[in-house]
């Protein structure tokens, strides 16, 4: 089999370095101030989401930093340097992608009387949400269809 990385490797590294950023930035940022998150967008105000959706979100946030971007990290680095951890690391980050953002649009939708989100967020969370959603099971898929071809 050909060992050469083609567009879907690097599609798939690209997008898992963007979404690494994204989370680092939106995410861990929060644990230390969240208000400051707040301020640039980057969580919602308890005004949208009342104290209990902040202890959710600040729930979510310290799972990502613990869990969810050092699989991604580690799935990077040892897709890279063509590891079997690698592609397991990966496969399981692709795994929370879409986890984590079905949770989010479901809580939206049944939550929409005591979720009052800023009108524009109603637009862009599905279209971002359904995005991470689409990178999570192609990554699976691409990642299983793949694989003898990523290691060594």
Sequence with gaps: MSKKRGFGFWALILTSILLSLFLLVGQTFSLFNYEAAVAFGLQESVEEVT????AFAKG???ADTIAYIPLLLLGIIGLLKRTKWGIYALFASCAISVYWPLVHLYAIHVGKSVIILHPEKYVSFPITLS???LYGLWGM???YKNQIEFIK
């Design 51 to 54: 104290q209990v959706g902040i």
């Design 60 to 62: 979510f946030a310290f």
């Design 131 to 133: 995005i991470i959603i």
């Design 141 to 143: 898929w691409y990642l």
